[in-house]
């Protein structure tokens, strides 16, 4: 089986450039950004998510002109011929599009692997060298960005609006205390049920009356004081 080379392609242009060597090994990295919210009472903050952060891929792309290569019966370089030109191709991916005002998306693919990305970082490493001084080999570590517009995430991630409120129709007999322990697993916890639906007595309730549960912790508007 032929040895499936990584490919770099200008989603601009449409223009494909051949990995020479594949890389020995690749670095993806992706983060989330969370706040911190401080609550008098709690142990520790509340953490409430903020944006999640572009990936990166990261990986050392090899290139060597000492011989002469070939793919598909083309010639791709002859033998000891400037390395340069080869690293300019990748490094020609950073300059800005006269048409879209910017450096191209480009396409990394390898094998399973898809990455729509930018081109961030390029840092050339030359490291051999013929008598005359002409670099014919060199190890050019990149960093790719991950590019994501808005259509492209409306169409993979169809949200929907987070709503952590719950309702409690109440029955026969049910008391505050008993609804606690049902959906707060305390029946202590029954205060924050009665400021939410400002409950003046909560010895009664009227059986059908819709109650709303806020999520704990449930911090007193009134007080400050926070139920958890």
């Given at each position: 089986?032929?040895?499936?080379?990584?490919?770099?392609?200008?989603?601009?242009?449409?223009?494909?450039?051949?990995?020479?060597?594949?890389?020995?090994?690749?670095?993806?990295?992706?983060?989330?950004?969370?706040?911190?919210?401080?609550?008098?009472?709690?142990?520790?903050?509340?953490?409430?998510?903020?944006?999640?952060?572009?990936?990166?891929?990261?990986?050392?792309?090899?290139?060597?002109?000492?011989?002469?290569?070939?793919?598909?019966?083309?010639?791709?370089?002859?033998?000891?011929?400037?390395?340069?030109?080869?690293?300019?191709?990748?490094?020609?991916?950073?300059?800005?599009?006269?048409?879209?005002?910017?450096?191209?998306?480009?396409?990394?693919?390898?094998?399973?692997?898809?990455?729509?990305?930018?081109?961030?970082?390029?840092?050339?490493?030359?490291?051999?060298?013929?008598?005359?001084?002409?670099?014919?080999?060199?190890?050019?570590?990149?960093?790719?960005?991950?590019?994501?517009?808005?259509d492209l995430e409306a169409?993979?991630?169809?949200?929907?609006?987070?709503?952590?409120?719950?309702?409690?129709?109440?029955?026969?007999?049910?008391?505050?205390?008993?609804?606690?322990?049902?959906?707060?697993?305390?029946?202590?916890?029954?205060?924050?049920?009665?400021l939410r639906n400002h409950?003046?007595?909560?010895?009664?309730?009227?059986?059908?009356?819709?109650?709303?549960?806020?999520?704990?912790?449930?911090?007193?508007?009134?007080?400050?004081?926070?139920y958890q």
């Open positions: 089986m032929a040895l499936e080379k990584a490919l770099l392609t200008n989603r601009v242009t449409k223009e494909t450039i051949q990995v020479m060597f594949n890389p020995e090994e690749y670095s993806l990295n992706r983060d989330n950004n969370f706040a911190q919210h401080a609550i008098p009472g709690l142990s520790a903050p509340i953490l409430q998510f903020v944006n999640g952060n572009m990936q990166t891929l990261e990986m050392e792309l090899f290139l060597d002109t000492y011989e002469a290569n070939r793919s598909n019966n083309r010639v791709l370089n002859q033998a000891g011929s400037d390395v340069r030109e080869l690293t300019k191709k990748i490094t020609d991916l950073m300059n800005i599009d006269r048409t879209t005002h910017a450096p191209p998306v480009v396409l990394f693919t390898w094998g399973l692997l898809s990455f729509t990305c930018v081109i961030a970082r390029a840092n050339q490493h030359f490291v051999m060298f013929m008598p005359d001084g002409t670099p014919v080999r060199a190890r050019v570590q990149v960093t790719l960005n991950e590019f994501r517009d808005v169409k993979e991630i169809k949200r929907e609006t987070a709503d952590f409120t719950k309702f409690h129709l109440v029955g026969e007999n049910e008391t505050l205390s008993a609804i606690a322990g049902q959906l707060y697993g305390s029946p202590r916890l029954w205060r924050p049920i009665a409950v003046e007595d909560p010895r009664f309730l009227a059986v059908g009356t819709r109650l709303v549960v806020p999520q704990l912790p449930y911090r007193n508007p009134d007080t400050g004081e926070v």
